[in-house]
């Protein structure tokens, strides 16, 4: 694995380019996507290059391109932030105007991501991150042709997973390059013994009720257990339950630090799991339905279990509560597994494709 010098020094050895870093989904909410788009701008920075962030949103990180307000969308199990006003074109073929490349995030994504995707002659860059439900899929493959026309302007595409690329292989061939993390903000600190954390939004497909409905059992059989949630927060009247609600990303990583168990009960529809890939460089057990994203993140380094099975996850958490032995050897192999995530790595990764795309256009 490289180092943190060496990859600067790949980055910083070749010629500068600018990178217009395009997200269609609200820069001020959170979001998997609007996170990767916001580490990357300043990954990509780091290694020597000059970014800018453009995305929907009236507030969001500082000096990033705002094209004004959002509606939100229920698709997927989940709401999504994005921009419907037509208007984002003249603000986006400017700014492409001024870039050697754009890297578009879901470029098939209305309005910003589409309009970025559609506009103006700058080598491009696409990332597809979603792993959609069966009837996009279904739609996709009848729309097979004009999809391959919009992404034919696209001069490299990319996935964060196999699972996002084969919802998009029947109209372009990507390669992939996953998610990053700062794996350096993670861990270092003492295990809080019988602690179980979670991260997510109260959206069904994060599978929640699965976890709470597994507790009570959890807790019969280990009154030691506590349970933090965070991300979500709901009426409660259990001891050993908390939940934080949203949390800044510094009380993120010291709960995760402190962890001993990360569960991840997800129902489906994720296409790469990134809040996995943190609590592995967190050295928490890992728990995890058994979905593709998962099992391509966590691979060994983790317990699976089937998606919406509450006795299963019950049991595989107590099973991780009570062997010490296990539970070791599963954050040890998630500390490793996690270095390949790291941030400046993946970065270093998406510059190349940056040069391939100017090359190719």
Not at 54 to 80: D, F, I
Not at 97 to 103: G, I, L, S, W
Not at 207 to 213: I, K, P, S, Y
Request: a negative charge.
């Amino acid at each position: 694995m490289a180092s943190v010098s060496t990859k600067l020094a790949i980055g910083q050895a070749v010629q500068a380019v600018r990178v217009a870093i395009v997200c269609p989904y609200d820069l001020g909410r959170n979001g998997g996507v609007q996170d990767q788009a916001i580490r990357l701008t300043d990954w990509i920075g780091t290694l020597g290059h000059e970014t800018v962030l453009v995305g929907p949103g009236e507030q969001g990180p500082e000096g990033a391109v705002l094209l004004g307000s959002t509606r939100v969308v229920k698709a997927n199990k989940a709401a999504t932030p994005i921009s419907l006003n037509p208007k984002v074109r003249g603000a986006i073929v400017e700014i492409l105007r001024e870039v050697d490349v754009a890297h578009i995030h879901e470029p098939l994504m209305p309005s910003v991501s589409l309009v970025a995707t559609r506009s103006g002659d700058v080598p491009r860059v696409g990332t597809f991150h979603a792993d959609p439900p069966p009837w996009v899929r279904t739609a996709y493959a009848g729309a097979g042709l004009l999809l391959r026309r919009i992404v034919s302007k696209l001069d490299v595409a990319t996935a964060s997973s196999p699972v996002s690329r084969s919802a998009i292989a029947g109209f372009v061939d990507a390669r992939v390059v996953p998610n990053g993390i700062e794996t350096s903000q993670y861990g270092g600190k003492p295990k809080d013994p019988f602690s179980v954390s979670f991260l997510g939004r109260d959206d069904e497909r994060k599978g929640l009720d699965v976890l709470l409905a597994a507790w009570p059992t959890v807790a019969s059989v280990v009154p030691e257990a506590t349970l933090t949630i965070m991300g979500a927060d709901r009426p409660n009247e259990r001891g050993d339950v908390t939940f934080m609600g949203r949390v800044s990303e510094e009380v993120k990583a010291a709960e995760l630090a402190r962890s001993e168990v990360y569960c991840a009960p997800n129902l489906g529809g994720e296409s790469f799991g990134i809040v996995v890939t943190e609590a592995m460089a967190s050295g928490c057990a890992i728990v995890a339905s058994a979905i593709p994203a998962f099992t391509h993140v966590a691979g060994d380094a983790a317990e699976y279990v089937a998606p919406a099975d509450a006795s299963a996850l019950a049991e595989r958490i107590v099973a991780l509560l009570t062997d010490t032995e296990r539970t070791r050897s599963l954050q040890t192999k998630a500390l490793d597994r996690s270095a390949r995530f790291d941030g400046l790595l993946i970065a270093s990764q998406f510059v190349t494709a940056y040069r391939d795309a100017i090359a190719a256009h």
